[in-house]
């Protein structure tokens, strides 16, 4: 069993930056993709960023490429995720995800374990 517990969310401004660590507890995250999804109001989670189990390969939609940036440590057991030129449109609930395998993965049923959440709220 894997816990992840996200922090570093927040309000920002457009234009801003956040960076969001997830910590994982109760086994290695160092065999598992990692991914970062969101959530806003009425809407279906969606992926946002994706990292291999070594961090050699990682993968964004156009909606946050060049934005955003996926990094993992796994010494530490912990996922990041940087994110600049923050905009309104951005404002969701972010969950850490660990996949069900090693590469790259972006639909919510490749991944197994999830945390909890992190609001982010981006102000215009």
């Known amino acids: 069993q894997v816990q992840l517990v996200e922090s570093g969310g927040g309000l920002v401004q457009a234009g801003g930056s956040l960076r969001l660590s997830c910590a994982a507890s109760?086994?290695?995250?160092?065999?598992?993709?990692m991914g970062w999804f969101r959530q806003a109001p009425g809407k279906e989670r969606e992926f946002v960023a994706g990292?291999?189990?070594?961090?050699?390969?990682?993968y964004y939609p156009d909606s946050v490429k060049g934005r955003f940036a996926i990094s993992r440590d796994n010494a530490k057991n912990t996922v990041y995720l940087q994110m600049n030129s923050l905009k309104p449109e951005d404002t969701a609930v972010y969950y850490c995800?660990?996949?069900?395998?090693?590469?790259?993965?972006?639909?919510?049923?490749?991944?197994?374990?999830w945390g909890q959440g992190t609001q982010v709220t981006v102000s215009s």
């Open positions: 990292i291999s189990w070594r961090g050699g390969n990682s």
């Open positions: 109760g086994r290695t995250l160092s065999s598992y993709a």
């Open positions: 995800a660990a996949a069900r395998t090693s590469r790259v993965v972006t639909t919510t049923l490749e991944y197994r374990y």
